[in-house]
């Protein structure tokens, strides 16, 4: 389908893009346009204005930073895949963004963008759960930085202001085992489930894709093992406090199903 009619605005900084989002009725800004455009062509999103910070190269980059790695927000999935600094800090992460759809998807979109999109099948708002990681987003009144853990808020939602911009992900450098498991019906779709495991020192943290209306953190399962038990029994937790959708991919009980047979073998993993 044809998208409703629309502006089009290209913002050359981050400033610019925040004016011109709050001098615009409906604006919404486009990065790699990969869930915005598809949702204009099926008239579910109808921006007044797209501001384009598509082309904002200074938000592009991967840099270590103490016990964190920084990754600006227009970093493309393929950068992220391809980035040094998260293969030996944070691997989780650039594993995550080589399972991302196909090599176009992951050549135009970004990881600002699944972010903001709040989309709880994307694989890379589980995996930040996962680690806890920090979102800083910039508005006119300046920067702040949001734990991930009150990011994402309800489906499509998140805590992001309508003018503000997501700039930058701050992930903390792991250094103990970390598992990402996506099942999926054919190559590169979405995820039907995913799991993310990360080993961190206070325990194992576990959250899970496409089980509810955000990224779940599959909190059953963390306190199991927190008390001693193994992978296979704490797994057994994983639908604990989850609300799976049912669609013509799966209906909820066999997601529910494959979160524990997923969890299982992501511990399995992260602990090995
Ligand atoms: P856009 O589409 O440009 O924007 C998405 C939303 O985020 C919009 O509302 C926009 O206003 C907002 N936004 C973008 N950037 C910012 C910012 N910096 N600050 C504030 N708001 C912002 N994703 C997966 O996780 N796993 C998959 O397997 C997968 N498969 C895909 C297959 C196909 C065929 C397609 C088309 C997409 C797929 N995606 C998948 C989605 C893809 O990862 C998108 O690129 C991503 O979700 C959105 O990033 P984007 O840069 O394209 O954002």
Not at 108 to 124: F, L, R
Not at 205 to 230: F, I, K, Q, Y
């Amino acid at each position: 389908m044809i998208p409703a009619a629309f502006d089009y605005v290209r913002a050359g900084s981050v400033d610019e893009a925040i004016a011109a989002l709050g001098s615009h009725e409906d604006a919404k800004l486009l990065a790699g346009g990969h869930s915005l455009l598809p949702a204009m062509r099926l008239r579910v999103a109808r921006p007044g204005t797209l501001v384009d910070i598509g082309r904002l190269s200074d938000l592009s980059y991967v840099r270590e930073d103490g016990d964190h790695i920084a990754i600006g927000a227009l970093t493309r999935h393929h950068d992220v895949a391809g980035s040094e600094a998260l293969r030996a800090g944070c691997p989780i992460v650039s594993y995550a963004a080589e399972q991302i759809g196909d090599p176009q998807v992951r050549h135009m979109g970004t990881i600002g963008g699944s972010v903001a999109h709040g989309d709880p099948a994307a694989d890379m708002p589980a995996v930040l759960v996962a680690l806890g990681a920090q979102i800083v987003a910039t508005g006119p009144g300046g920067t702040r930085t949001i734990a991930v853990d009150g990011f994402f808020t309800s489906l499509f939602e998140t805590a992001l202001a309508p003018n503000e911009v997501l700039t930058e992900i701050r992930v903390p450098k792991t250094t103990g085992g970390w598992s990402y498991l996506k099942f999926t019906r054919r190559a590169m779709d979405w995820a039907l489930v995913g799991v993310a495991a990360v080993q961190a020192s206070g325990g194992a943290h576990v959250a899970l894709v496409n089980m509810g209306l955000t990224p779940v953190r599959a909190a059953g399962v963390e306190e199991a093992l927190a008390s001693g038990s193994d992978p296979a029994t704490a797994s057994q937790r994983a639908d604990e406090g989850t609300a799976p959708p049912s669609d013509s991919f799966g209906s909820a009980e066999y997601r529910r199903e494959l979160s524990k047979v997923l969890v299982k073998r992501a511990l399995q993993e992260a602990m090995a």
